[in-house]
């Protein structure tokens, strides 16, 4: 396979520290932009450390696709960036999770219970020069939120978070019952070929009560590798044909997750409640129908609503 010799992103650790100087936001936003372009994906998870008595390592999980990331939205202190999915063989392409940068940000929402997300003040102490990152499902719908500076150390721009909670991914919710929730930080590196996403996970059963008990602790791999060898106008020309309509459907989420108190959602754990009616309008649009507010307002007030006020 040929491979692009290029540059891309991500982490460093998030606790007190001046704010950065203006030098530094610069090439913490470029090193941020660097993750744009086509690649080939690994996904790699295996459980490490088991911490549950009697509980059995899970097999180790390998999959992979072909993926592209857009640029939707830059600004000095924010960008948005998009993935979409590529099948090389169809064509098809799935809208796939998308990636918030916002440099101090004064907020950010955080997995509170099942699925049910509070939006909460980010402390000084840890967000002074640091960038907040927000991961959001295929629907837009939150998944988490870290926050962390950048380090340039030995030349290699990382970018690593803080501690903090997501709901169990879709790789496992299908599958699992047993926990509820995974304890994340999350590191991104750029590379000479690409860049990479580490994930030091801990699976945690959260009760009612406050207790929680840890399972095991997972470390997640994933390996965003240049490429030229894949067509991706499929992906571009879907984005073209339904940029406007995604833009109407982040505007929505964007009213619960602005502001405290944050959102509950009224779906099961996999929200395909939610995804196949957005897809099927995005589809539509796509054709070259108009975009209806009212068929998105329509999902929205039968899926979503405000978190209960702690």
Request: aromatic share 12%; net charge neutral.
């Amino acid at each position: 396979m040929k491979l692009h010799h290029a540059s891309l992103l991500l982490l460093a650790a998030a606790s007190g520290a001046a704010s950065a100087a203006p030098a530094s936001i610069t090439r913490d936003h470029d090193s941020i932009l660097a993750m744009q372009g086509e690649y080939t994906v690994d996904f790699a998870f295996d459980e490490t450390v088991l911490l549950k008595p009697g509980y059995e390592r899970a097999a180790a999980m390998r999959s992979g696709g072909n993926e592209v990331v857009i640029v939707i939205e830059d600004t000095p202190q924010r960008i948005v960036l998009q993935h979409l999915l590529v099948d090389d063989k169809s064509g098809h392409v799935t809208k796939h999770w998308r990636q918030d940068w916002v440099y101090e940000a004064p907020n950010r929402f955080e997995f509170s219970a099942d699925q049910t997300w509070a939006v909460r003040s980010i402390p000084a102490a840890v967000n002074q020069g640091a960038w907040t990152q927000c991961v959001y499902e295929v629907s837009d719908a939150p998944r988490y939120c870290g926050t962390g500076k950048w380090s340039y150390d030995n030349n290699v721009p990382t970018w690593t978070s803080d501690l903090s909670w997501r709901p169990l991914p879709r790789r496992e919710y299908t599958k699992r019952s047993d926990y509820n929730a995974l304890s994340v930080v999350n590191r991104h590196t750029l590379t000479p070929n690409g860049w990479t996403h580490e994930q030091f996970n801990t699976k945690v059963q959260r009760n009612a009560d406050g207790s929680q008990v840890e399972i095991a602790r997972e470390f997640g791999f994933n390996d965003y590798i240049k490429t030229t060898e894949v067509d991706f106008a499929p992906a571009y020309s879907y984005w073209k044909g339904t940029a406007g309509f995604w833009a109407q459907v982040r505007q929505r989420w964007d009213g619960f997750l602005g502001k405290a108190p944050g959102v509950h959602l009224k779906t099961k754990l996999d929200g395909m409640a939610m995804i196949i009616p957005l897809f099927e309008q995005a589809v539509a649009v796509k054709g070259g129908a108009a975009v209806d507010t009212g068929k998105i307002d329509a999902v929205f007030a039968q899926y979503v609503e405000p978190a209960a006020k702690p």
